[in-house]
């Protein structure tokens, strides 16, 4: 059993900047990949932003030069650093991770947390 804990999403004014956090804890023999997606008010589903377990990263092209993510390993959490956020990235955003326990590999989902972006 492997919960997902996510953090970080609110109301934030265009041009702002949010940080989400999303920590893994249970049965966790190693995490490979993390990501995060969003669903948007029009209900699409899309990739922001993953990264593997070597650190390499790949974003859609709509938050490109704006938003960051990264990971520690050590406490199992991965991070959306978003910036220059405009309204268009208003969305839930849900976290993604793949999880090794023992021999088992499972994909896990968070939550969910609500990002709006307006004046």
């Known amino acids: 059993q492997v919960q997902l804990v996510e953090s970080g999403g609110g109301l934030v004014q265009p041009g702002g900047s949010l940080r989400l956090s999303c920590t893994a804890s249970?049965?966790?023999?190693?995490?490979?990949?993390m990501g995060w997606y969003r669903r948007t008010p029009g209900n699409q589903h899309e990739l922001v932003a993953k990264?593997?377990?070597?650190?390499?990263?790949e974003f859609a092209d709509s938050v490109k030069g704006r938003f960051t993510i990264s990971r520690d390993n050590a406490e199992n959490t991965v991070y959306l650093q978003m910036n220059s956020l405009k309204p268009e990235d208003t969305a839930v955003y849900l976290c993604?991770?793949?999880?090794?326990?023992?021999?088992?590999?499972?994909?896990?989902w968070g939550q969910g947390t609500q990002v709006t972006v307006s004046s």
């Open positions: 993604n991770v793949g999880v090794v326990e023992n021999i088992w590999y499972k994909i896990y």
């Open positions: 249970g049965s966790i023999f190693s995490i490979d990949a």
């Open positions: 990264i593997s377990n070597g650190g390499s990263t």
